[in-house]
């Protein structure tokens, strides 16, 4: 049996762009996907934190340190320069390797630039 757990998130990332005459696909800065670990044409999936649209396409990579984060092709309906993302990425993985994974988490201002990166979220309180 395998698991599908978090492999990678950008949180709070800024939409720069939104190209409905685009080929479809998320444009995102290469930075941002190499800290992430997020390959170009891999599935992720938005949520949208102004609407709360939640959509799936796959990411092409941005020019680095850009701060591009373009919603693309008919996801652009979903999305607005302005509003906030949450940017995720998953992996199914064995028992085994559930035990030992922790996701890779990026944390962004308000211009995509990384504020900082973890492993693990915070356990929730009352």
Known sequence: MHLTLLKAKLHHARVTHAELEYEGSCAIDARLLDAAGIREY???????????ERFSTYAIRAEADSGVISVNGAA???????????????????????????????????ANRIVRTGHDIPVQVA
Not at 43 to 52: D, L, Q, R, T, V
Not at 78 to 84: N, Q, T, V
Not at 89 to 97: G, V
Request: proline content about 4%.
């Open 76 to 110: 652009a309906h979903k999305a607005r320069p302005g509003d906030r993302l949450i940017i995720c990425s998953y992996a199914a993985l064995s028992q085994q390797e559930a035990l030992a994974h922790h996701p890779t988490l990026v944390y962004l201002d308000a």
């Open 42 to 52: 891999e599935k992720i999936h938005i949520y949208n934190m102004e609407n709360g």
